[in-house]
């Protein structure tokens, strides 16, 4: 406590001399241009060059890492990669991913298996619901511009109104940093106001979207903060360089058929698809798609029907027709699947490694896939 | 609305064009005070009633005072009532818990109710300015203030609104009055002022608070270097938060053409716990010097007065921090502290024989010993801290060296400061390299969540 009282400041003194700081950093005009400089350079090409440092050389049937599936700057340079060695890229949730089979069993490698090359490239992610599939393509799959695509619909997004995101009370569902963040507004989403926009700004500045890849991958999806807490001795850097994990070469589950998990039949409540936000969000994937060139042919299914109560398959029939309705109409390619064979699904919408050489059987015997092949061969 | 988040960001990039158009013209201060009100309302649009109250209350308290002959009762008055709105708002829940406690302890079972408010956000610190204008006036220090809008921006203006400075009439409404002179190098000064704020908070404090939170929500479970070294960590955690907060406000405020005083003058570098507190939290030690100490005598009735005055003014201090215990006990090991050092700081051995390094070390060591009692969530807790220091054994504490590194670089940094080497910290690049390490670092390492300052609770 101070001892005496300070002397009095003129009332009329408008700009008081105050100390600036307790410290030096104190730049210039030229200074600022300088560290802005500086510091662009660091934002534009640390992302540029670390590619040069981790090695990212995706082999046959390769998959994202199940645990970076929310690592889009890798999704983005698997894009780039994939773009530049296959003719056609295979987009979609865990059913083309492979949740249930091993990355030599998934749609994709027997799609090349029949193709006699690597045609096509397993893009799915785990938990790509339509609106994050829109937000992915929209910011981080720019290479797939004028690419072929088959791309898959996946009609359990919009089965009940949780799963179309349509409730009211709170939930987590899967990347919310890929849906829309203000608008339209998505009920279940109560993310604060400064979250989203720092959302908005990791799309926009892809040093951002490298950073958390570095978290992912290198700090346990931590921050570095709280990654020395658990590791209080270790040298961040070190940990670095240990380069990318290696791809899982298991199933992500147990592959056994849906009648041997004990799973009861199921009645789902679906969203009408004139009402549904997943269903908006995959026509705007799709648009999105188009509008960059690409050509598209749309995947609607599979679905384990033998699942599904009697109420509810003709439910889930009706939405078929209106979906293949809609496709026709705005001439997209597209292949509605009949049922597999009960036991060839693992639950409702994932088949097992017969499911998929048998859909990818069908895909070839159908002609718009074929004619959609021969173009894609002919680009 | 933090100033470390993306909406501030947006809500600046709104208001400083405006400001900047209007600032030659009339609506610069209802611009001023339409951004303090979103900024402040943006966490309760409640909270804004009391500011407004806060404010009418102090203005028409001044009128009256130059209208009317009873300047000492409208006074009075406002000051009851500020007190009054501080008391309720802050205190209502402590004071009910000591009541409800003495009544058990007199066998009774009559239990008052609580009282189930919300905290307003910085309301010590807008109340503390309030009081200042009118108590400054009644003193004859300054003039009225006769534009309400004015006066009303004096309270509310954003920048240091929630956790200060605490800005005195005399400093801040002459500036309110006068156009803004906004130099080229008032915005450079107010972008350096705020980047290092922005990493004393994101990178610093937050990251200190990860350890500090874990050891601290269960000091039961850890062993004395682990209790030492969080309780090192939360001094200088509450350090960065705080002074990062200030100068996160002081730099904002600079852009607008607004100079807010210093609040923190690196205190770790004190060497008497006098000179502490004319480093730590500026605005705070010289209202309280102003407005308690000084009224209460000061040093001007001799020795015994004098150490009395400043006891009871550093137990109201620390009541100021938080309504518990453990806050008052904190203001009173402070108190301790001055009263057994005070003639010890004034004697030539002291000043010239011990090595000012020794003396530094002393008062950093005083004063983090004192932060256990700050930081503790119960007097039983800091009890307990205080007793695992002196007698849990040794284990491995785990603090992360990182952390430990980047402390010890802000310490150095600020040892060079205070001496001849300072000039190798005003080099340009330096001075660049420095900006430009703190926002990769920021930009790259920091984690996603967003951490309120500390001082917003007081």
């Known amino acids: 406590m101070q001892q005496t009282r300070p002397t009095q400041q003129e009332s009329a003194l408008t700009v008081p001399a105050i100390p600036y700081g307790s410290h030096e950093v104190r730049l210039s005009g030229r200074q600022w241009l300088a560290a802005a400089a500086l510091i662009l350079c660091v934002l534009v090409f640390a992302p540029v060059a670390w590619e040069r440092i981790e090695e990212f050389e995706p082999g046959a049937d390769y998959r994202m890492p199940y645990g970076l599936s929310s690592d889009y700057w890798l999704f983005d340079r698997y894009c780039r990669f994939a773009a530049s060695r296959c003719d056609t890229l295979v987009l979609g949730d865990s059913v083309i991913w492979g949740q249930y089979v091993r990355p030599d069993q998934t749609l994709t490698h027997h799609l090349n298996d029949l193709a006699g090359r690597s045609r096509f490239a397993n893009m799915g992610v785990d938990g790509l619901h339509p609106a994050a599939l829109a937000g992915l393509i929209d910011y981080y799959g720019r290479a797939i511009s004028g690419k072929n695509v088959l791309l898959h619909c996946n009609v359990l997004w919009m089965s009940s109104t949780r799963h179309d995101l349509q409730t009211d009370k709170e939930f987590h569902f899967n990347h919310p940093r890929l849906v829309p963040q203000f608008v339209p507004r998505i009920p279940c989403y109560r993310e604060s106001y400064a979250d989203r926009l720092g959302i908005l700004v990791e799309r926009t500045v892809p040093f951002f979207a490298w950073a958390n890849h570095l978290r992912l991958v290198y700090f346990d999806r931590k921050s570095v903060p709280a990654w020395t807490l658990e590791h209080p001795y270790g040298n961040p850097a070190k940990g670095i360089g240990r380069g990318l994990p290696a791809p899982e070469g298991s199933a992500r589950q147990e592959p056994f058929p849906w009648t041997d998990r004990g799973v009861a039949r199921q009645s789902f409540p679906w969203v009408p698809l004139d009402a549904s936000f997943q269903w908006r969000s995959f026509r705007r994937a799709l648009a999105m798609l188009r509008g960059r060139g690409s050509r598209v042919f749309v995947l609607v299914g599979p679905f384990n029907e033998h699942m599904l109560e009697q109420e509810s398959l003709q439910t889930y029939a009706a939405r078929k027709a209106e979906i293949a309705a809609w496709l026709r109409e705005q001439q997209v390619a597209h292949y509605v699947p009949p049922a597999l064979p009960s036991q060839y699904c693992a639950d409702a919408s994932h088949p097992l490694d017969e499911g998929y050489a048998m859909l990818a059987a069908q895909l070839f015997e159908c002609d718009s896939f074929i004619e959609f092949l021969d173009r894609a061969s002919t680009q | ?458």
């Open chain 2, 1 to 458: 609305m933090l100033f470390h988040t993306w909406t501030f960001v947006l809500f600046f990039l709104i208001v400083y064009p405006v400001h900047l158009a209007l600032k030659r013209t009339r609506l610069k201060l209802p611009w001023l005070l339409l951004a303090s009100y979103v900024f402040y309302g943006w966490w309760n649009p409640l909270y804004l009633f009391l500011i407004a109250y806060t404010t009418l209350v102090n203005y028409v308290a001044v009128i009256l005072m130059e209208k009317t002959s009873g300047r000492k009762l409208w006074l009075a008055l406002s000051i009851i009532n500020s007190l009054g709105l501080l008391g309720f708002f802050k205190y209502g829940a402590f004071v009910t818990d000591n009541l409800n406690a003495l009544l058990a302890l007199l066998g009774t079972s009559y239990h008052l109710p609580a009282p189930g408010v919300i905290f307003p956000v910085g309301i010590s610190f807008f109340t503390f300015q309030a009081m200042s204008y009118t108590i400054d006036y009644y003193r004859g220090q300054i003039e009225r203030e006769r534009s309400l809008i004015r006066f009303a921006t004096f309270v509310a203006l954003f920048p240091r609104l929630v956790a200060g400075p605490i800005e005195r009439a005399k400093n801040l409404l002459p500036q309110l009055r006068a156009t803004p002179g906004i130099a080229r190098q008032d915005v450079t000064d107010g972008l350096s002022l705020f980047i290092v704020g922005l990493f004393k908070k994101v990178a610093l404090a937050d990251y200190l608070g990860i350890y500090v939170d874990k050891v601290y929500d269960a000091p039961g479970e850890f062993s004395a270097p682990a209790l030492v070294l969080a309780t090192f960590a939360f001094g200088w955690q509450i350090y960065f938060d705080f002074s990062g907060y200030t100068d996160m406000a002081r730099g904002v405020a600079r852009m607008m053409g607004f100079r807010l005083m210093l609040n923190f003058n690196n205190p770790y570098l004190a060497t008497g716990l006098g000179d502490f507190w004319r480093r730590w939290h500026v605005s705070l030690s010289t209202w309280f010097r102003d407005y308690v100490y000084i009224p209460l005598g000061g040093n001007r009735r001799g020795r015994f007065s004098t150490y009395v005055n400043m006891c009871l003014t550093m137990v109201i201090s620390g009541l100021w921090h938080g309504a518990a215990w453990t806050f008052v006990i904190w203001g009173a090991l402070h108190a301790l502290g001055r009263v057994l050092t005070r003639g010890l700081e004034r004697s030539a051995f002291y000043k010239e024989r011990v090595p000012k390094f020794a003396k530094q070390l002393l008062v950093f060591a005083f004063v983090t010993f004192a932060w256990v009692f700050f930081r503790a969530r119960s007097f039983g807790d800091a009890r307990l801290i205080v007793t695992r220091i002196l007698t849990a054994g040794w284990a491995d504490p785990a603090f992360p060296l990182l952390a430990l590194g980047l402390v010890l670089a802000v310490w150095c940094y600020q040892f060079v400061y205070e001496s001849a080497g300072r000039r190798v910290l005003a080099l340009a690049p330096v001075r660049v390299a420095v900006v430009v390490l703190m926002a990769v670092y920021l930009a790259a390492f920091t984690g996603t969540g967003v951490q309120a300052f500390i001082y917003f609770q007081f």
